[in-house]
């Protein structure tokens, strides 16, 4: 099993470009995640979706969109790029939400100039 | 929301010392408790969790103990070994809430 999987593992936009970044799990997991982690802060939620078919706000969902394409994959999508959402950007799965073990992806980083 | 802080922000043991690490919690609904390990260019990984009916949890070199009325969680490694060094993350949720908070990190470092 590859588990988590992302794409790219790196990525260099110019302010108002487009990008989506890519997650897949072949853990047949329900819920999916996205996550961003900045310096001294931790990992935050941006958006997530508890099964199939569903995608909720995390805490900050704001310049983002996402797809839960089918129950393997689930992308994220940046419209117009911001130096503010530099940052490594994390996918997670679990078999359920809430108190379950979240898996995690390697990351990709994010540099907006 | 849920706030959850952390500390200290690193820390630096000796090989063989233990090494404790805190968290302190804010929801009182909160009642799941997970540690999650990241080593250097990795995604974080579940190293140990509690839930909210047990008071303390250990595997191995490794332990957890929560206090529900203090609302704070703590993580222990006994017997430190350079391989534990890395960025250790708690955090908390409830088993309802798809919003799970972390805390801000602790970067640990054992030197040999």
């Known amino acids: 099993n590859a588990g988590v999987t992302q794409t790219p593992k790196f990525q260099v936009l110019k302010t108002g470009q487009s990008m989506t970044l890519q997650c897949a799990q072949d853990m047949n997991h329900n819920s999916m995640y996205w996550y961003r982690q900045d310096p001294g802060m931790g990992l935050r939620l941006i958006y997530y979706s508890a099964s199939e078919g569903t995608t909720d706000k995390g805490e900050v969902p704001n310049g983002y969109n996402v797809s839960r394409l089918n129950k393997r994959e689930f992308s994220l999508r940046l419209e117009s790029a911001a130096p503010s959402q530099t940052s490594v950007y994390f996918c997670?799965?679990?078999?359920?939400?809430?108190?379950?073990?979240?898996?995690f992806g390697p990351g990709t980083r994010l540099t907006v100039t | 929301g849920e706030n959850v802080e952390q500390h200290p922000s690193t820390l630096s043991v000796q090989e063989g010392d233990s090494a404790v690490i805190k968290c302190t919690y804010s929801d009182s609904a909160s009642n799941y408790f997970p540690w999650y390990k990241q080593e250097l260019g990795k995604g974080p990984q579940l190293i140990i969790d509690i839930r909210s009916n047990v008071g303390e949890k250990k595997d191995q070199r490794i332990a957890v103990t929560l206090n529900k009325t203090a609302k704070h969680f703590s993580l222990h490694i006994t017997e430190t070994q350079p391989e534990d060094s890395a960025v250790y993350f708690c955090a908390a949720s409830t088993a309802w809430n798809n919003d799970m908070r972390f805390g801000a990190g602790t970067r640990l470092t054992v030197k040999p």
């Open positions: 997670a799965s679990s078999e359920g939400t809430g108190s379950y073990e979240q898996y």
